[in-house]
T-cell receptor, first 109, second 114 residues
Framework: GQNIDQPTEMTATEGAIVQINCTYQ??????LFWYQQHAGEAPTFLSY????GLEEKGRFSSFLSRSKGYSYLLLKELQMKDSASYLC??????????FGKGTKLSVIP | DAGITQSPRYKITETGRQVTLMCHQT?????MFWYRQDLGHGLRLIYY???????DKGEVPDGYVVSRSKTENFPLTLESATRSQTSVYFC?????????????FGPGTRLTVL
């Protein structure tokens, strides 16, 4: 079966850095995605990792270690608008994405 | 409008009724997906389609039917709605999900079954 774990909730201060972890155990692996979802809205794509290492995109970075079944999303210079849920998802080669339950991030002043 | 749209955005129905949720995309993406999102479960795949007339079950297909006669449309039907099908439903599309292509999500349909 597929199992993707991420913390349920996190709180961080405006201007700070926060790391959201994701561990996965899946029958196959063809890439890992991070999505952002604001309350009441649709998920939107943030990043994709298929090889080990760090992918940087502005204030957001995502890291992957395939041997450890581990990824993290790093958000720098946090802004209030970053308050949202962050979803980790694995594509296992069957065209399907399996999502974790999401991490609700609250950014406080 | 360009993009991916869903209708209706909100729907209240009664147990036992048939309900159809519509999804339309203008990108001619090959792949389309239906998810439901519930507290405590995250996003779960109901059905997906790799092309017109090709559909397959996801993680939670029971009680749902899909069809895809045209590339741009992917309706989801609840043949006899149950209270457990109260949820937010998202449709998504992608050119090829196995090549690192993201899925683009519609705005969602909030369905309440009384």
């Amino acid at each position: 079966g597929q199992n993707i774990d991420q913390p349920t909730e996190m709180t961080a201060t405006e201007g700070a850095i926060v790391q959201i972890n994701c561990t996965y155990q899946t029958s196959g692996f063809n890439g890992l995605f991070w999505y952002q979802q604001h309350a009441g809205e649709a998920p939107t794509f943030l990043s994709y990792n298929v090889l080990d290492g760090l992918e940087e995109k502005g204030r957001f970075s995502s890291f992957l270690s395939r041997s450890k079944g581990y990824s993290y999303l790093l958000l720098k210079e946090l802004q209030m608008k970053d308050s949202a849920s962050y979803l980790c998802a694995v594509e296992d080669g069957s065209y399907q994405l399996t999502f974790g339950k999401g991490t609700k991030l609250s950014v406080i002043p | 409008d360009a993009g991916i749209t869903q209708s209706p955005r909100y729907k209240i129905t009664e147990t036992g009724r048939q309900v159809t949720l519509m999804c339309h995309q203008t990108w001619s993406h090959s792949y389309m997906f239906w998810y439901r999102q519930d507290l405590g479960h995250g996003l779960r795949l109901i059905y997906y389609s790799a092309a017109a007339d090709i559909t397959d079950k996801g993680e939670v297909p029971d009680g749902y039917v899909v069809s895809r006669s045209k590339t741009e449309n992917f309706p989801l039907t609840l043949e006899s709605a149950t209270r457990s099908q109260t949820s937010v439903y998202f449709c998504a599309s992608s050119p090829d999900p196995t090549s690192g292509n993201e899925q683009f999500f519609g705005p969602g349909t909030r369905l309440t079954v009384l």
